[in-house]
């Protein structure tokens, strides 16, 4: 069983940070029960274990966190969903990269439901949108902007941090850091792209696209495959 947790008020980084580190352990003791939490952050921004202090563009401009989770530079606050997993990835397959991809099919399920199709590419972490109305690049590649980031962190086999949706954050946020080290290319939002999308719709949509990727993954081994 997962447990689902759901926060309707902002969570202080820390208090969030605290939560999944202590139900990380009861996970990985066989005490409690997996947790995917569905929340919001006041404005901040967090440094992966590859991040870059020449990307930190505005240091002044809200309270920057050192994580250990992987990834570079990201934002969050108000307006995006921020969706912490914590899963226990060794009855899941014991397998870091195809767990990170199951991620990646759910977020991309997920915005296909609200007609979007989501793309990953090689070199660039995260969920991205191509947009055919927005000039071409100087190489001639399609534009593309960011809609989704995710960075995790294991602990016994048990997963923390998780993933970030754009629901309709104030974009101008991002301008502080160079979102996960990638300069060429922008970030957008559902409701960015047009898409009157409420955060309870995303929350349902999460959750049914959940069922069908993430219980049947290809990392996923249910108790009843040992």
Avoid at 58 to 80: E, S
Avoid at 132 to 161: C, N, Q, T, Y
Avoid at 192 to 207: N, S
Wanted: charged letters at 30%.
């Amino acid at each position: 069983m997962v447990e689902w947790k759901i926060s309707d008020d902002p969570v202080p980084y820390e208090d969030a940070l605290a939560f999944m580190e202590a139900r990380a352990e009861a996970i990985a003791r066989g005490e409690a029960e997996e947790c995917v939490w569905l929340l919001e952050h006041p404005p901040l921004y967090t440094a992966g274990t590859s991040a870059k202090r020449e990307d930190l563009r505005d240091p002044d401009r809200f309270p920057v966190h050192d994580t250990k989770r992987g990834g570079q530079f990201t934002y969050h606050g108000p307006g995006q969903r921020v969706v912490y997993v914590m899963l226990d990835v060794g009855r899941r397959g014991r397998d870091v990269r195809c767990f990170v991809r199951d991620l990646e099919a759910w977020v991309i399920a997920t915005l296909g439901e609200f007609g979007l199709t989501g793309h990953i590419r090689d070199g660039r972490v995260g969920v991205w949108i191509e947009r055919p109305d927005r000039p071409r690049l100087p190489d001639g590649r399609m534009a593309e902007d960011k809609i989704a980031a995710i960075g995790i962190r294991l602990r016994r086999w048990v997963s923390f941090h998780g993933i970030s949706i754009n629901v309709e954050p104030d974009l101008s946020h991002f301008d502080g850091i160079v979102p996960c080290g990638i300069t060429d290319f922008g970030v957008t939002s559902l409701v960015d792209l047009g898409l009157p999308v409420t955060m309870d719709d995303l929350d349902v949509a999460l959750r049914r696209s959940f069922d069908a990727v993430m219980t049947r993954g290809a990392c996923a081994v249910l108790p009843s495959q040992n």
